[in-house]
């Protein structure tokens, strides 16, 4: 399963490797929101919670689905600015139809799908949609939902409002930790991409990123099978300290592509049972099961999501979920109308840091 950016005609000088206050404050946001995902974070993230206001976290909370999952397409620009508050500015420069609708595809489950026949503002049917689709993933999700709909400009505000206040809570002294981290890994790319050319500087980014031999084309491991240009503008390319091991791609139409990519790799997981690694690696073995754990990596799925995303049978994919339960790659199931599965990050994270990052990418 790849991501194809297409770069033919497009002067490798026309890449750009730079660093990016408000990804950077995505990549912590998520981080506070999924700590399990970050456990060399965990003790930031709830140090970073105990110190927040209440008015804040409720706020954070209120929002998460524009980073918790996935994140918002704006959230990762193309254009990296020097300070947040730039940067924020040029989100309130994107009109309401393409920041509601990337800002409804994370809250709804991240499939852009429904949204392509029509746009939520103006087209009744897809309002509805985007609505029932916001309340099968939760309350807060439907609620969140209502107000951009109904109030896209005071949603934005809001949002912008959150951010600014992260900067003073916590983002701005994170931010100066991890600057001289950030420059020495741009350093090092850009130093490859003039003097080897771009195979060289993605082979330095990430494993999972290689040219095409054709040098037409960036083939990124991703979950899904996609393809968008750079032909229109330039391709970027963001580091991230506190984003890995996640290496995330903004691709959808209208938006320029954008991979941030994880900085120092960590070191290699403490070892468990041998009996254990070869029952959890007999599951993963299935490329279907492989999938399905990449899924749920992205948040808690029923059985029925699962099927409808793959195009697999219900019984098919009861089978497959009870092979990694078995496996012990699933946490507990919570009870309740709609019994949704949970990744196991610690038992995946026990496996090695190269299959958490294949699994997280």
């Given at each position: 399963?790849?991501?194809?950016?297409?770069?033919?005609g497009?002067?490798?000088?026309r890449?750009r490797?730079?660093?990016?206050?408000?990804?950077?404050?995505?990549?912590?946001?998520?981080?506070?929101?999924?700590?399990?995902h970050?456990?060399?974070h965990a003790?930031?993230?709830?140090?970073?919670?105990?110190?927040l206001?209440?008015?804040?976290a409720?706020r954070l909370?209120?929002?998460?689905?524009?980073?918790?999952s996935?994140?918002?397409d704006f959230?990762?620009?193309a254009?990296?600015?020097?300070?947040l508050?730039?940067e924020?500015?040029?989100?309130?420069?994107?009109?309401d139809?393409a920041?509601?609708?990337?800002?409804?595809?994370?809250?709804c489950g991240?499939d852009?799908?429904?949204?392509?026949?029509?746009s939520?503002?103006t087209?009744a049917a897809?309002?509805?949609r985007?609505?029932?689709?916001a309340q099968a993933?939760?309350a807060r999700?439907?609620a969140?939902?209502?107000?951009?709909?109904?109030?896209?400009?005071?949603?934005?505000?809001?949002?912008?409002?959150?951010?600014e206040?992260?900067?003073?809570a916590?983002f701005?002294?994170a931010?100066?930790?991890v600057?001289?981290e950030?420059?020495?890994?741009?350093?090092?790319?850009?130093?490859?991409l003039?003097?080897?050319?771009?195979?060289?500087?993605?082979?330095?980014?990430s494993?999972?990123i290689?040219?095409a031999?054709?040098g037409?084309?960036?083939v990124?491991?991703k979950?899904q099978?996609?393809?968008t240009?750079?032909r229109a503008?330039a391709g970027t390319?963001?580091?991230?300290v506190?984003?890995r091991?996640h290496l995330?791609?903004?691709?959808?139409?209208?938006?320029?592509p954008?991979?941030?990519?994880?900085?120092?790799?960590?070191?290699?997981?403490?070892?468990v049972?041998?009996e254990?690694v070869?029952?959890?690696l007999e599951?993963?073995a299935?490329?279907?099961r492989l999938r399905l754990l990449?899924?749920?990596?992205?948040?808690p799925?029923?059985?029925?999501?699962?099927?409808h995303?793959?195009?697999?049978?219900?019984p098919?994919?009861?089978r497959?979920l009870?092979?990694?339960?078995?496996a012990g790659?699933l946490?507990?199931?919570?009870p309740g109308?709609?019994v949704?599965h949970?990744?196991?990050?610690?038992d995946?994270t026990?496996l090695?840091?190269?299959?958490?990052?294949?699994?997280?990418?």
């Open positions: 399963m790849t991501l194809r950016i297409d770069i033919g497009l002067l490798s000088e890449l490797f730079a660093a990016s206050p408000l990804a950077e404050l995505t990549a912590m946001l998520h981080v506070l929101a999924e700590p399990g970050h456990p060399r003790d930031w993230a709830g140090e970073v919670w105990a110190g206001g209440d008015d804040l409720e909370r209120e929002s998460e689905f524009l980073w918790r996935s994140q918002a959230l990762i620009p254009r990296p600015r020097p300070t508050a730039e924020l500015d040029d989100v309130d420069r994107i009109d139809e920041y509601v609708t990337a800002a409804l595809v994370t809250t991240g852009r799908g429904p949204f392509t026949a029509g939520p503002l087209d897809a309002r509805e985007a609505l029932d689709l993933r939760g999700q439907e969140f939902a209502e107000r951009l709909l109904a109030d896209p400009a005071a949603v934005r505000t809001r949002v912008r409002r959150t951010l206040q992260c900067a003073d916590f701005d002294a931010w100066a930790d600057a001289v950030l420059a020495t890994d741009l350093r090092l790319k850009n130093d490859l003039k003097r080897q050319g771009v195979a060289a500087a993605l082979t330095a980014v494993s999972a290689t040219l031999p054709d037409d084309c960036i990124v491991d979950l099978d996609k393809a240009a750079a503008g390319f963001i580091p991230s506190f984003g091991p995330l791609a903004v691709h959808a139409p209208g938006w320029h954008v991979i941030q990519y994880p900085v120092a790799e960590p070191g290699p997981a403490e070892p049972s041998l254990t070869t029952l959890r599951a993963l299935h490329p279907v990449r899924t749920l990596a992205r948040g799925h029923t059985t029925g999501e699962l099927a995303v793959w195009q697999l049978s219900l098919e994919v009861s497959h009870s092979v990694l339960r078995r790659l946490a507990p199931r919570q109308r709609y949704r949970t990744l196991s990050l610690p995946v026990s090695g840091t190269d299959l958490l990052a294949a699994v997280l990418r």
